[in-house]
């Protein structure tokens, strides 16, 4: 078999399951919402809020996996597995740490929290149930992202989509049982997720016991390995926030031009999101591949999956990109069954179709330098993604365009500014070697 062909064959065993992973994290909430659906307007809507705040939460902690695959994956590649599974533990024990912090002030945090929505009574009553019981599931949450990042950087890719795939089922039996067995309402979807989350801790920590038996690694805390753990996934906190500022920026201003407008944004901002699993799968076999390969000292190796991962990101954008400006025409209608909204959607869903290509390059370089642990640079280009954006979003919002032309506006500005300036400091980080010398 060529080295093309074998690198090729690495990339689609670990971005496949990965891809599957992926999916099958949304799917609680849907089985949420599906469930609590039946029992009414108010539990839903209660729903929506407490969903909002642990998905922002969750959101901001994905950092714990995202660090903690480069730090194993190098000393995997550089031939030391018990160092390897040490760095991906002590990143689990740093996410227990920071969960429980998490959960500890959410259970006092809640009402108030819930208060920001401004809900009606019945519907704050309901979030505050949901959420209050949730918050306990939140080091679950955390230890899963820490363990799913150690499994990535020891190539394992297939444990974590089994898990996730137990733990889904798991999440849907325990909630039809206590919403509708037992009666508890919508408080019985949150126990019921909660058990599920810490049920798939409880296969991690089997899982990674073993790796650590097998290696001779140390299952206790070490506290240099903690405190790396900490830094690296401050600078990938840092990061994320710029990118939830925007995202939140946008939707504010989605908001002022009117909400059509901002309905519209939801269906474009879907289809993004959607294409983004399958761009997702591939950077995580990015982050991998490239931090085992820098371990191992083999740049030319790393070099080649950069080259070829940026290929396949860039024609998964042209072929997803071509579907959906094909069916631009059918997506709002599918959404919202208003030929008059689907019109006014279908523009902005024409630009995001033409940035697919960009988007697709864009996740994976952002993938390759994760997998580098170059946290340090992409926390700083996430602040310089903004520069340009934020005066693009405040000329959008003061010239306050509407109908499908303000839309498709928004549209541009997001994937044809702030895209862009990602792609732009991605690849400019990339050209040379630098990214290559980043320390985990």
Same mark, same amino acid.
């Given at each position: 078999?060529?080295?093309?062909?074998?690198?090729?064959?690495?990339?689609?065993?670990?971005?496949?399951?990965?891809?599957?992973?992926?999916?099958?994290?949304?799917?609680?909430?849907?089985?949420?919402?599906?469930?609590?659906?039946?029992?009414?307007?108010?539990?839903?809507?209660?729903?929506?809020?407490?969903?909002?705040? =642990?998905?922002?939460?969750?959101?901001?902690?994905?950092?714990?996996?995202?660090? #903690?695959?480069?730090?194993?994956?190098?000393?995997?590649?550089?031939?030391?597995?018990?160092?390897?599974?040490?760095?991906?533990?002590?990143?689990?024990?740093?996410? *227990?740490?920071?969960?429980?912090?998490?959960?500890?002030?959410?259970?006092?945090?809640?009402?108030?929290?819930?208060?920001?929505?401004?809900?009606?009574?019945?519907?704050?009553?309901?979030? /505050?149930?949901?959420? &209050?019981?949730?918050?306990?599931?939140?080091?679950?949450?955390?230890?899963?992202?820490?363990?799913?990042? =150690?499994?990535?950087?020891?190539? %394992?890719?297939?444990?974590?989509?089994?898990?996730?795939?137990?733990?889904?089922?798991?999440?849907?039996?325990?909630?039809?049982?206590?919403?509708?067995?037992?009666?508890?309402?919508?408080? &019985?979807?949150?126990?019921?997720?909660?058990?599920? !989350?810490?049920?798939? /801790?409880?296969?991690?920590?089997?899982?990674?016991?073993?790796?650590?038996?097998?290696?001779?690694?140390? *299952?206790?805390?070490?506290?240099?390995?903690?405190?790396?753990?900490?830094?690296?996934?401050?600078?990938?906190?840092?990061?994320?926030?710029?990118?939830?500022?925007?995202?939140?920026?946008?939707?504010?201003?989605?908001?002022?031009?009117?909400?059509?407008?901002?309905?519209?944004? !939801?269906?474009?901002?879907?289809?993004?999101?959607?294409?983004?699993?399958?761009?997702?799968?591939?950077?995580?076999?990015? !982050?991998?591949?490239?931090?085992?390969?820098?371990?191992?000292?083999?740049?030319?190796?790393?070099?080649?999956?950069?080259?070829?991962?940026?290929?396949?990101?860039?024609?998964?954008?042209?072929?997803?990109?071509?579907?959906?400006?094909?069916?631009?025409?059918?997506?709002?209608?599918?959404?919202? &069954?208003?030929?008059?909204?689907?019109?006014?959607?279908?523009?902005?869903?024409?630009?995001?179709?033409?940035?697919?290509?960009?988007?697709?390059?864009?996740?994976?370089? %952002?993938?390759?330098?994760?997998?580098?642990? %170059?946290?340090?640079?992409?926390?700083?280009?996430?602040?310089?993604?903004?520069?340009?954006?934020?005066?693009?979003?405040?000329?959008?919002?003061?010239?306050?365009?509407? %109908?499908?032309?303000?839309?498709?506006?928004?549209?541009?500005?997001?994937?044809?500014?702030?895209?862009?300036?990602?792609?732009?400091?991605?690849?400019?980080?990339?050209?040379?070697?630098?990214?290559?010398?980043? #320390?985990?």
């Amino acid at each position: 078999m060529t080295g093309s062909a074998t690198l090729n064959r690495d990339i689609l065993r670990l971005a496949v399951p990965a891809l599957g992973a992926l999916v099958a994290e949304p799917l609680f909430l849907i089985v949420d919402s599906a469930m609590i659906g039946h029992l009414g307007a108010a539990p839903l809507a209660g729903l929506a809020i407490a969903g909002a705040v =642990l998905q922002t939460i969750v959101g901001l902690m994905v950092f714990l996996a995202y660090s #903690t695959t480069p730090a194993v994956a190098r000393r995997f590649g550089g031939g030391e597995p018990g160092r390897a599974v040490s760095a991906g533990i002590d990143g689990m024990w740093l996410a *227990v740490g920071i969960g429980a912090i998490l959960a500890l002030a959410g259970s006092f945090a809640t009402p108030g929290l819930v208060a920001l929505f401004g809900a009606a009574p019945e519907v704050a009553e309901q979030a /505050v149930i949901y959420l &209050g019981i949730s918050v306990w599931g939140l080091p679950a949450m955390l230890v899963v992202f820490a363990a799913t990042g =150690l499994l990535r950087g020891m190539q %394992d890719t297939v444990t974590p989509l089994w898990i996730a795939g137990i733990g889904f089922a798991a999440n849907a039996l325990l909630n039809w049982l206590l919403i509708y067995g037992l009666g508890w309402g919508i408080a &019985g979807s949150a126990f019921g997720t909660v058990l599920a !989350q810490w049920g798939m /801790v409880a296969a991690y920590v089997v899982v990674i016991g073993r790796l650590a038996r097998t290696h001779s690694a140390s *299952v206790r805390p070490q506290g240099a390995g903690v405190r790396s753990s900490a830094l690296s996934g401050g600078w990938m906190l840092l990061r994320t926030l710029s990118l939830r500022a925007a995202l939140l920026g946008t939707v504010g201003v989605a908001s002022v031009l009117g909400t059509d407008e901002l309905a519209g944004w !939801q269906v474009a901002f879907t289809m993004f999101s959607t294409a983004a699993f399958a761009l997702d799968a591939l950077a995580i076999a990015a !982050q991998a591949l490239v931090g085992k390969g820098l371990g191992a000292g083999d740049t030319g190796q790393v070099q080649r999956v950069l080259t070829r991962t940026v290929a396949w990101g860039a024609w998964f954008g042209v072929i997803v990109g071509g579907l959906i400006a094909a069916l631009s025409g059918v997506i709002g209608l599918v959404f919202t &069954g208003d030929p008059a909204l689907a019109a006014l959607i279908q523009p902005a869903l024409l630009v995001l179709a033409v940035a697919q290509p960009i988007a697709g390059i864009v996740f994976v370089l %952002d993938g390759v330098l994760i997998g580098a642990g %170059d946290a340090k640079y992409l926390a700083i280009a996430g602040a310089l993604n903004l520069v340009p954006y934020v005066p693009a979003l405040v000329v959008v919002g003061v010239l306050h365009p509407t %109908d499908a032309p303000g839309l498709a506006w928004l549209a541009a500005a997001f994937f044809g500014v702030y895209m862009v300036a990602r792609l732009l400091t991605l690849g400019w980080r990339v050209r040379g070697q630098a990214w290559m010398t980043a #320390t985990v």
